[in-house]
């Protein structure tokens, strides 16, 4: 652990690996962050944490605040010559809400819209949301659903309508698609690999 944060330390911010811990785990959407990425691993497919940088060292919150470096996406992975962006969601609502003013509350923010869109024209690199939708309600047993949605297909949702959120139906009707997975408890592992070949096969370019 003492190498992995000396090495750490040396990275630039945003590109230093985080230290998921106890308190990382009890956060919904850092354990889907953590759960996808060892499934890609065990996979044996290269996958990169990027951070968001927050001036730490500044005791203005304020402007901490205003001045955080954004990283371009959550995680970077590199498949068989394609460079995928994904930026990862994770709500136990039965939509995901996402903005369209910079004063609106959504979950996808406008810097990640622009972020996948301004990557995605880039040959040969795929940029999308993983979106977890999470159903802890109703009486009903815990389960999860994972969608991929490509940057192009939400962009085309956005601009067809004026809502403020989609619904997994939505997604699926848009160009998103489902995510293989297999649930042990309350754990998944996702079929990172399976999926990533797909999106490859369907692009023509294997």
């Excluded at 959504?106 to 810097?111: A, D, V």
């Excluded at 009903?140 to 994972?146: A, G, K, L, V, W």
């Excluded at 067809?160 to 408890?185: L, T």
Aim: charged content about 30%; some cysteine; proline content about 4%.
């Amino acid at each position: 652990m003492l190498l992995r944060q000396t090495l750490c330390a040396q990275l630039p911010l945003f590109l230093q690996f985080p230290i998921f811990g106890e308190n990382d785990m009890k956060n919904a959407g850092k354990k889907f962050e953590q759960l996808w990425k060892q499934s890609a691993e065990k996979q044996d497919l290269f996958i990169l944490r990027l951070n968001d940088s927050d001036m730490s060292f500044n005791p203005n919150k304020e402007l901490r605040s205003r001045f955080t470096l954004k990283s371009p996406a959550d995680f970077i992975m590199f498949y068989n010559g394609h460079l995928f962006m994904l930026e990862m969601k994770s709500t136990h609502s039965k939509s995901i809400s996402f903005q369209r003013e910079p004063d609106d509350g959504g979950m996808i923010k406008l810097h990640q819209i622009s972020s996948l869109s301004n990557t995605g024209l880039h040959e040969d690199v795929e940029s999308r949301f993983v979106i977890n939708f999470r159903h802890e309600d109703d009486g009903e047993p815990y389960s999860e659903d994972t969608y991929f949605w490509p940057i192009e297909a939400f962009n085309d949702y956005f601009v067809s309508n004026d809502r403020k959120s989609a619904k997994p139906i939505d997604i699926v009707q848009h160009g998103g698609i489902i995510v293989k997975q297999e649930q042990k408890r309350k754990l998944y592992d996702y079929d990172v690999k399976k999926m990533l070949e797909d999106i490859i096969k369907e692009k023509g370019c294997d």
